[in-house]
């Protein structure tokens, strides 16, 4: 049987790679569901994730497919939770126990491997706030995967590049096996 993960985009620019994620995720033999917040849709359509995954993404935490709620259905079995791009929003939500959206309700109902890829602008990432609640997740458990220095669509070079798609698969590979 395939093993069941699950992809959270959240509302960053870097949300346009998350699809080559989650196709390579799918060609690595995955069974993937994919959550999108409300400002992800702002940047990657839910049609680009319904046709790499041939399923539907999760857009509304009362998406009727899930009578339970996706927030407790989508946690059941999971195998592996990858959160590309984690906004700074996200991150602080989770980092909260906050459960004001589908995302960080998920967040909190999942018991398996978390894995996080920030992505966002050199001041957000330098910003304090931001630096507690990213200490906060990873002593909660949270896997951080970068982010990278280099070119930010701010036009700027510096620290807050979502890692690669390639780079996020291969530091998920241990919790695949
Ligand atoms: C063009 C544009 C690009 C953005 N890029 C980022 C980003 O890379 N990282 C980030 O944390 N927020 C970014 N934001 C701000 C988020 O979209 C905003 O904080 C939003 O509330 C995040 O919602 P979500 O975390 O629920 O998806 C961007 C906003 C705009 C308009």
């Known amino acids: 049987m395939n093993q069941r993960i699950v992809v959270g985009v959240s509302g960053g620019i870097a949300a346009f790679k998350s699809a080559a994620l989650v196709s390579r995720l799918v060609q690595r033999g995955l069974d993937v569901s994919v959550v999108l917040t409300d400002s992800a849709q702002q940047?990657?359509?839910?049609?680009?994730?319904?046709?790499?995954?041939?399923?539907?993404?999760?857009?509304s935490a009362f998406d009727p497919r899930y009578p339970l709620g996706p927030h407790i259905e989508l946690a059941i079995d999971c195998k592996l939770f990858i959160v590309a791009p984690a906004t700074a929003h996200v991150i602080a939500g989770c980092a909260l126990g906050l459960a004001d959206c589908l995302l960080s309700t998920l967040y909190l109902n999942m018991e398996c491997p978390v894995v996080f890829a920030p992505a966002m602008s050199t001041p957000m990432w330098d910003k304090p706030a931001v630096i507690r609640n990213v200490e906060q997740l990873t002593a909660d458990g949270v896997r951080m995967i970068g982010p990278e220095s280099g070119w930010l669509a701010c036009r700027r070079v510096g620290a807050g590049r979502m890692s690669e798609p390639e780079a996020i698969l291969a530091a998920c590979e241990p919790f695949l096996v």
């Open 43 to 59: 940047f990657v359509g839910a049609a680009t994730f319904a046709a790499l995954c041939n399923r539907a993404p999760v857009t």
